[in-house]
């Protein structure tokens, strides 16, 4: 990773951890839950923070930050994260939230399966006096007290369009492979990429659908476009894993090279395919900072710090003038 990313990502994380008027202080508990609130708040004298953490463990990028989220929590003296996987389900995670307040957690780390369903957990962490930090997904409703980390979403689908606006010279027939629409990020990219091609009259939105965030979707979506006859200049993808099954299917027809594909993350296979000359443009997502900074977010919260409600992780375009610098 260049010096460039190392700084901001540290930029970031001080921060966090930084004393600001008019931040995220932690919840306090309603009367009737004091006690409650007391039983999960850390005790003096040095003992454990444990941070309860409900996400989905199915997902190559999320998984990247899971281990970032392990692995910073493992640094830090005194503290245990513990992981449960959301199955991408709400009724599933809402259960998991309410489970990390019976045991007694100090914060709540969550990555919601749905950013329009978050109300219920939201509340209960409210009512047990407990932190909660989103991270990466960031709720339709964000009430006082909550805090959230993570990347300004619209910014990736800009970013993407711009650079795919400029390779087209302005016109041509763009598709949009949208994630689970469910979802803030897919919503965001998606206006991103809109905002930007409603300057260029000469170009085209001819479809959209929803992949899911999934490969095997992604290029049974591509498959079925291309096999409509329609002209397709450029694929406008959510994220990495949809843009690499688009590329499949498009190779599969012989038009490999024909048709501009970009995406969203920055993954290692993203990259691998950006070395062989098939990707053509993905934007950074970095999964080190979000995970390292929801997890810094929680610790501060759970020891009585105030912290920045939301702590946005910068998007990066990668091109193929640079994608090395990110390479592992």
Request: glycine share 10%.
């Amino acid at each position: 990773m260049s010096f460039k990313k190392h700084l901001s990502i540290g930029i970031a994380l001080l921060l966090l951890l930084s004393m600001v008027a008019g931040c995220v202080a932690p919840a306090a508990a309603p009367a009737a839950e004091e006690a409650a609130a007391e039983e999960a708040a850390p005790a003096e004298g040095g003992d454990a923070i444990r941070v309860g953490v409900t996400m989905l463990f199915d997902d190559r990028w999320l998984t990247s930050m899971r281990e970032a989220m392990a692995a910073y929590g493992e640094a830090q003296e005194g503290v245990e994260v513990i992981f449960v996987d959301s199955k991408e389900d709400v009724a599933v995670q809402l259960g998991q939230v309410e489970n990390f307040i019976t045991q007694g957690v100090d914060a709540i780390v969550v990555v919601p399966a749905n950013t329009d369903a978050t109300d219920p957990m939201t509340q209960a962490a409210l009512d047990a006096g407990i932190p909660l930090v989103y991270v990466n997904r960031k709720p339709a409703n964000l009430p006082e007290g909550i805090a959230f980390v993570g990347s300004d979403s619209i910014d990736a689908g800009i970013f993407q369009m711009e650079w795919i606006a400029e390779a087209l010279g302005g016109k041509g027939n763009v598709v949009i492979l949208n994630g689970n629409l469910s979802q803030e990020a897919a919503q965001m990219r998606t206006e991103g990429v809109k905002q930007v091609a409603a300057n260029f009259p000469d170009i085209a939105l001819t479809k959209e659908q929803s992949g899911n965030w999934s490969r095997e979707e992604g290029l049974a979506i591509m498959e079925n476009w291309l096999a409509s006859g329609d002209p397709i200049d450029a694929v406008a993808s959510n994220n990495d894993e949809m843009a690499i099954g688009a590329l499949a299917a498009i190779e599969a027809a012989g038009k490999l090279g024909e048709i501009i594909v970009g995406g969203v993350d920055a993954s290692a296979d993203a990259l691998a395919e950006m070395d062989a000359g098939r990707l053509n443009v993905t934007v950074f997502q970095n999964a080190v900072g979000q995970g390292e900074g929801g997890i810094a977010a929680a610790i501060a919260l759970a020891r009585g710090e105030a912290i920045d409600q939301i702590t946005w992780i910068p998007y990066e375009l990668v091109t193929p003038e640079n994608y090395k610098e990110y390479m592992k």
